[in-house]
């Protein structure tokens, strides 16, 4: 059996990603091991989930820094002593620059609550229900230069019901995070993943060229 694969986790808030890539390590469903989290700000919630996990953590300060790049240095020379072979983003709220995206090209995932290349950016989900669309859902894509715009490795799909407000929403769209985020991971880790340009494809994938969903199911 193979090693589990070293990943690090950047974080800035409560981390309930993170703590969906802590129990799917755990349990053994991830072939992945989380050998570093850090975050930019030293009362992230997420640095004590990675505590009570036993996973060694880092605050870097972003403030304490003359500058982006000396502190995306600061946290990129950690990764490579920690050893990780893949980067997560899990609520990181920081845009990072070209030299650090280049530094872990192709070796680094993000998340985003909506359909991808839909609603880029903060407050998509009601970015989602001003623009009236029926469904909205989650994205997990490698990092790109450009924001919210790199190769996209799977999305999980999410009703809007017509009651919904953007935290009843976001609610749900969290749900599925938890689950396909450790899903990406598991690909990569599985060496199952190729990016083709703007495109990304996943050997052995099950295909369904009848699925299909509809909202409202009886329309």
Do not use: W
């Amino acid at each position: 059996m193979a090693e589990p694969l070293p990943i690090g986790v950047l974080i800035s808030g409560g981390g309930t990603n993170l703590q969906a890539l802590i129990d799917r390590s755990a349990d053994g469903s991830m072939p992945a091991r989380i050998v570093l989290v850090i975050s930019n700000k030293a009362d992230a919630y997420g640095l004590t989930r990675a505590r009570n996990a036993g996973i060694p953590t880092r605050v870097i300060d972003h403030r304490e820094f003359s500058g982006r790049e000396p502190f995306e240095r600061a946290m990129a020379e950690a990764l490579r002593e920690a050893g990780a072979q893949l980067v997560c983003l899990a609520g990181f709220m920081r845009v990072l620059s070209p030299y650090f995206i280049r530094s872990f090209h192709g070796r680094m995932l993000n998340i985003h609550p909506s359909l991808l290349p839909a609603f880029p950016g903060l407050h998509v989900q009601r970015q989602a229900i001003e623009a009236g669309v029926r469904f909205s859902g989650a994205t997990v894509h490698y990092v790109s230069e450009e924001v919210d715009a790199g190769p996209i490795v799977i999305q999980a799909v999410v009703p809007i019901l017509p009651d919904d407000d953007e935290h009843a929403l976001a609610a749900r769209i969290l749900q599925q995070e938890h689950r396909i985020y450790p899903l990406a991971v598991t690909l990569h880790a599985q060496d199952r993943l190729r990016i083709e340009g703007r495109r990304v494809r996943i050997l052995d994938a099950p295909t369904r060229p009848d699925a299909a969903l509809l909202n409202p199911p009886g329309a």
